[in-house]
């Protein structure tokens, strides 16, 4: 019960090395099942963060299968002047998403307006 793309990885590239334990998809294709030697390597877990960003195969905002805010809502909660508290309840979520979103840890990628 191994995955296909590691099985490749390791027959053409050798085991993986010490600190470098996924067999990463240099083309981002490894969602459409790529198991093409030459588009893998070995990789650290920040490196396949890094590959899925690039590639863009990373879900992020409401393309995320957790996200309780989608893109739309976070410029009226950036100028929402109530209590964390306040907006937290009218959006269903904890303070500490909006504060999150106020302080400019998560939704970095929609524009401060």
Not at 34 to 48: E, I, K, Q, R, S
Not at 54 to 81: K, V
Request: charged fraction near 15%; include cysteine.
């Amino acid at each position: 019960s191994r995955l296909a793309h590691r099985i490749v990885c390791e027959k053409f590239h050798g085991p993986p090395p010490s600190g470098k334990p996924l067999a990463l998809h240099g083309c981002g294709k490894g969602h459409e099942g790529c198991v093409n030697p030459a588009h893998l390597y070995w990789g650290t877990h920040a490196d396949n963060t890094a590959d899925a960003a690039a590639h863009g195969t990373q879900p992020i905002g409401s393309m995320c299968s957790y996200a309780l805010l989608h893109e739309s809502q976070i410029p009226a909660i950036r100028a929402d002047m109530r209590t964390v508290a306040e907006i937290a309840m009218d959006y269903g979520v904890s303070e500490g998403a909006i504060n999150n979103v106020l302080y400019g840890n998560s939704w970095k990628h929609v524009p401060w307006t």
